[in-house]
């Protein structure tokens, strides 16, 4: 590919991520639900990740190729006789006349390490932080009796069939995590540091990230992110899918009476407390 090739296809790709972004904006605008947000955003980025997956590995310009030569197979296999098509089969092509090939000195191969090195390094991003889930659950420890049972009557209402508690050393507050084994962590001091309506409150937010799979469209974001980070409407894009998952759990702790406004105390305890200067930071 040349130069002014990688321009097309980047023109081409920029555009199409640009409508689509733009119509989940419009729907977004139109319905002002959290849920319905979450939903559009959710597909949205989606369906950017399959279109510059289908553009980027050719598969766009195989698949009709493919048809067109399936359907050309069955069109002169029902319409000429057989002996014509025996001919044609033991006839040898004659010889037509072939594009040149593109010189060496005209392929561009820098818009494509630069493309790969940016997704690698996106990539190694995303990796890194669910390896670092993983070494913090060798370090976990089972989570006391209070807390599960606490855990287990939000989980049967959610309809999370599998969830598993653990107590993570150094955790400032719960997170939810896990797409084929969901699991919540919490801190040490859970039962000391926030009162009953905040557990409550906490619990169910995290909980309700899991009943919505919201690990699993993380993880399909960081790979539109990785496709397409040069796009800066794909970051906002991805803002907007974070930004509805969290609307769409705070619903869940208004189920709990004083809820939202214990959460909204616990959370801005925790933004103290995350900012405050710390000696061994």
């Known amino acids: 590919m040349n130069l002014s090739a990688w321009i097309r296809l980047a ?7 640009t409508l689509l972004l733009a119509v989940a904006a419009l729907l977004e605008y139109c319905l002002r639900s959290p849920r319905a947000a979450r939903t559009i955003w959710q597909a ?11 553009q980027l590995s050719g598969l766009h310009g195989a698949m009709p190729a493919a048809s067109l030569k399936k359907t050309r197979y069955l069109i002169f296999s029902r319409i000429l006789p057989p002996s014509v098509q025996q ?3 033991n006839d040898k092509a004659s010889p037509t006349e072939v594009a040149p090939a593109m010189p060496v000195s005209d392929i561009v ?3 494509a390490w630069l493309w790969l090195a940016g997704s690698t390094l996106l990539l190694s991003r995303f990796c890194l932080a669910r390896v670092w889930l993983a070494v913090r659950e060798l370090a ?10 606490l855990i287990a009557r939000w989980q ?7 969830l598993r508690s653990q107590v993570w050393p150094g955790l400032p507050s719960p997170i ?16 000391v540091r926030f009162s009953s ?29 990785a496709l397409a980070w040069w796009h800066p409407l794909l970051w906002w894009a991805r803002h907007r899918l974070q930004s509805a998952s969290e609307s769409a759990a705070d619903e869940a702790s208004a189920l709990v009476p004083g809820g939202a406004h214990a959460l909204a105390e616990c959370l801005v305890r925790l933004g103290h407390e995350l900012t405050a200067p710390h000696p061994a930071r």
Do not use: Q, Y
């Open 44 to 54: 949205a980025l989606a369906t950017v990740a399959l279109v510059w997956n289908v």
């Open 176 to 191: 939810a995590f896990g797409i084929l084994r969901p699991a919540i962590a919490l801190p040490p001091d859970f039962l």
């Open 87 to 89: 001919s044609k089969t």
């Open 140 to 149: 976990a420890l089972p989570a006391d009796e209070e807390s599960r049972r």
């Open 197 to 225: 309506a905040e557990r409550e409150a906490v619990l169910a937010h995290e909980m309700a990230h899991l009943a919505a799979r919201d690990p699993f469209w993380l993880m399909v974001s960081d790979a539109a992110a």
């Open 156 to 162: 049967t209402g959610l309809g999370l069939a599998h």
């Open 109 to 111: 191969k820098w818009p």
């Open 11 to 17: 023109a081409c790709l920029a555009t199409e991520t």
